[in-house]
């Protein structure tokens, strides 16, 4: 049964135009089967390429277009039990498969080793490990995907300003850039630590000397220390829980707050009742 093919489709493929009433002769053999493939979006089989273009078209011809269409990055497909269906590719497939056309299976590789890292990345050593690529040849390799946009690396204080390698758009890992408690030059702001510290103290004291019914205080959780830290104005950086639990850990290694579990098994902390040594 012969359909008629979307025009949305077919002006990606075609370089715009109505939607085809009919297969013109002047058309490329790419062309028109790229124009019955955009008919059937679930796959069409060679039956259906058969049926759909023009009479006495050479099937071993289509054959060697659909390969051609396929290195194009233009078209996939699809397996349904033992048969093979083919399936032209929207616009944004098409852009995906063109973002990684020309990568040879080392770069491939490559590539893939640091998008699975995610956010934290791979330092060089690392990638050399688990790729197994000799360093000359991962130079090249890492010089080739950044060139391509497809990686960056960026500095991180976590491994001593050693390179670190991420995908082109993922946001590096907090740890790259020391977190909260580092300016913009990656340099240790020991000022704003202090700060937060001195107020972290005040507000878990301040919270200590409450308590339902007169009874013994019962302290406050990290994350509610976070939000009375951000909503005091203190940071002009948006704190996390991670930053504070390490202003809570120091505090209470400084015998300043203790740290309490409630009956509901959850974790506060509360100005210390111990004596101070010093």
């Known amino acids: 049964v012969k359909t008629q093919a979307p025009a949305d489709v077919l002006d990606g493929l075609m370089g715009g135009g109505d939607a085809l009433d009919a297969l013109r002769p002047e058309d490329s053999l ?54 093979t269906l083919f399936r032209i590719k929207d616009n944004a497939e098409i852009e995906s498969s063109l973002k990684f056309r020309g990568l040879n299976p080392e770069e491939m590789l490559v590539y893939q080793l640091i998008q699975q890292s995610g956010s934290l990345g791979l330092v060089r050593k690392e990638i050399r490990a688990q790729s197994n690529l000799p360093a000359a040849r991962l130079t090249k390799v890492l010089r080739f995907l950044e060139q391509r946009h497809l990686i960056r690396e960026i500095r991180s204080i976590a491994y001593k300003n050693m390179k670190v390698y991420l995908e082109f758009e993922t946001t590096p890992h907090r740890k790259h850039s020391g977190g909260a408690w580092y300016g913009e030059n990656q340099e240790f702001d020991a ?45 002009k950086t948006m704190l996390n829980e991670d930053d504070i639990q390490v202003i809570l850990d120091s505090l209470e290694f400084d015998r300043e707050v203790e740290r309490v579990e409630g009956e509901d098994g959850l974790v506060r902390y509360r100005a210390t009742l111990l004596p101070k040594q010093g």
Request: hydrophobic share 40%.
């Open 191 to 235: 000022g704003f630590v202090e700060a937060i510290y001195r107020h972290t103290q005040v507000t878990v004291a301040r919270a200590s000397k409450v308590a339902p019914g007169g009874g013994e205080a019962l302290g406050l959780l990290a994350v509610q220390v976070v939000n009375k830290i951000n909503e005091s104005g203190v940071s």
């Open 30 to 83: 790419e062309s028109s089967i790229a124009a019955v493939l955009a008919r059937f979006p679930k796959g069409a089989s060679q039956a259906d390429l058969r049926e759909n273009l023009p009479p006495g078209t050479d099937m071993a011809l289509v054959m060697k277009a659909i390969n051609r269409l396929s290195s194009q990055g233009k078209m996939g497909f699809l397996q349904r039990g033992t048969e």
